[in-house]
């Protein structure tokens, strides 16, 4: 093993969010050690409050911007 830092895994479509079920784009790592998924949608929603309470968040919404939309079957 090297002393470099691994990179935060990447969110998949395996990761869902933990409100709708929809696939997440937004990991939001909790200072107690828990970890949340959200959707794009729902991690606005919360955004406020999980700034709050998060030691990192993982904001992979960008990435919905390159998904060709012949790859979403989920979001509506
Ligand atoms: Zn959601």
Do not use: W
């Amino acid at each position: 093993m090297t002393t470099t830092l691994a990179p935060t895994n990447p969110l998949t479509a395996a990761d869902r969010c933990d409100r709708c079920g929809a696939q997440a784009y937004i990991r939001v790592v909790l200072g107690s050690g828990g970890e949340l998924l959200f959707c794009a949608h729902h991690g606005k929603r919360y955004a406020d409050g999980l700034r709050k309470v998060a030691a990192e968040i993982q904001d992979e919404t960008a990435r919905l911007r390159d998904v060709p939309a012949t790859a979403t079957n989920d979001e509506a």
